[in-house]
């Protein structure tokens, strides 16, 4: 697989993680008996909402020139290296609590 079918294959990982999760959450309410139903129907709204409102801020991010898009460049050029920093900011991040 090279990089650019990589990448073009990542949205649609995403596009189906987030319909599973979609179709979890609305079966979970289904399956669900009177005003639990209710209930459970509109955690399954509310689940929906937050899952598209963060799927289009990701996909905003991933633009060119924004910065998950600036993050995975630096990425494929330099794995071992963006491991590094990411360990060092995760101890940074660690020390302060």
């Known amino acids: 697989m090279t990089d650019d079918t990589f990448i073009d294959a990542i949205p649609e990982m995403a596009e189906r993680a987030t319909n599973g ?12 008996a009177g005003s639990a139903s209710e ?22 991010a991933r633009r060119p020139g924004k910065p998950l ?5 630096i990425t494929r050029d330099a794995p071992l290296g963006a491991l590094f920093v990411a360990f060092l900011v995760g101890v940074a991040i660690a020390r302060r609590r």
């Open 21 to 32: 999760a979609k179709k979890a959450a609305r079966g979970a309410a289904r399956s669900a």
């Open 39 to 60: 209930a459970g129907a509109m955690v399954s709204d509310m689940f929906c909402a937050a899952v598209d409102r963060l799927t289009t801020v990701v996909d905003d």
């Open 69 to 73: 898009d600036t993050v995975s460049k």
